[in-house]
């Protein structure tokens, strides 16, 4: 087990840098200049040549890669281009933004996808199975654009019970960090954005865990636990559900990060100053230094928990070694 948690540590640094790498170059070969947002063709030689020497793009390439490499490690990922701001202190704001909102659809989604998914089985074939099967597949089928859009128009602009994006009101101040999780305001933004997320991905969780369920209550021991006269309530909830729950598990890290890519369009719909709205607006205007780390992050936090997923199954798991096989 221990061999196998390093292989995957390693595989996981190395996947990074793959990453680290691909961006770097991709970046440097778009079309436009990206210098033009700082150093105008106006100015003379000598002060457009102070200027690439303080963003370090006098370097021949192969000196800047590796000095993008160990800013990297160092967290010194430059200023932006446009704002002079350092690209950190951009990403840590607008992280926090992006997970506050991602957590909670997950939580939402997850839960309340398991949840049904289990009723569904255990009432298999009746009214309730067929319609949240069809609901489900119908709302997956809609881009998030679309029904974010749709809830704006109903429940913002005609309805007038949420805002119609932002993360505060006008006038208010917005609270941070553990503050802002209990701010009414906050949560109240929070609600349109979270079910627009939730409903787009409320189906996997949710069939996953019907089919896991059905092929459950085939086995010997939920026969045995019926025979023993339990209740359906007790047979469901201690002996089925558990055992079902693990392929939702191995599914939600996987979840996340189509979540996490998926929050560009959501953020963008609900004015949420998050990653994803960060990565647009980067990648209009040429700031490839927040652009690149933006990218990075995302893909980042996608790999590490795919990291921690495939580690946590072993645990969950016994039947599963390391190598693949089953026990």
């Known amino acids: 087990m221990q061999e196998y948690i390093i292989r995957r540590i390693l595989y996981t640094v190395l996947t990074i840098f793959a990453v680290a790498t691909i961006l770097f170059f991709i970046f440097r070969v778009m079309p436009g200049d990206p210098t033009a947002q700082v150093i105008s063709p106006a100015l003379d030689e000598a002060a457009q040549a102070r200027l690439k020497e303080a963003f370090g793009l006098d370097k021949p390439l192969i000196v800047q890669y590796v000095l993008y490499l160990k800013n990297i490690v160092t967290l010194n990922w430059g200023r932006s281009y446009t704002t002079q701001h350092e690209v950190f202190s951009i990403l840590k704001y607008r992280f926090w933004n992006t997970i506050f909102l991602m957590g909670a659809a997950m939580c939402f989604t997850l839960v309340a996808g398991a949840g049904l998914g289990m009723v569904m089985a255990w009432k298999r074939g009746s009214k309730l199975d067929v319609g949240s099967t069809v609901s489900a597949l119908v709302l997956q089928s809609a881009p998030p654009f679309v029904t974010g859009i749709l809830f704006l128009m109903i429940l913002s602009y005609r309805l007038d019970l949420f805002p119609t994006g932002g993360m505060a009101s006008p006038g208010m101040r917005l609270a941070t960090g553990i503050q802002m999780l209990f701010s009414k305001d906050f949560l109240h933004h929070l609600v349109l954005p979270t079910i627009t997320t939730a409903f787009y991905y409320l189906a996997t969780p ?32 201690k002996h089925a559900a ?54 990075l992050l995302l893909a980042a936090l996608v790999i590490f928990l795919n990291l921690v997923s495939d580690i946590s199954y072993c645990y969950l798991d016994p039947r599963i070694s390391v190598g693949g096989g089953k026990h």
């Open 206 to 237: 949710m069939l996953i865990m019907r089919d896991s369920m059905l092929e459950v209550t085939g086995s010997d021991y939920i026969e045995l636990a019926q025979a023993k006269g339990l209740s359906p309530n007790r047979v469901m909830m």
């Open 242 to 295: 558990r055992n079902a729950l693990l392929p939702v598990f191995t599914v939600s890290s996987v979840l996340i990060g189509f979540a996490l890519g998926g929050q560009v369009i959501v953020e963008q719909v609900f004015s949420w100053p998050g990653m994803g709205q960060l990565m647009v607006e980067a990648s209009s205007s040429h700031d490839y230094p927040v652009a690149q780390a933006t990218f």
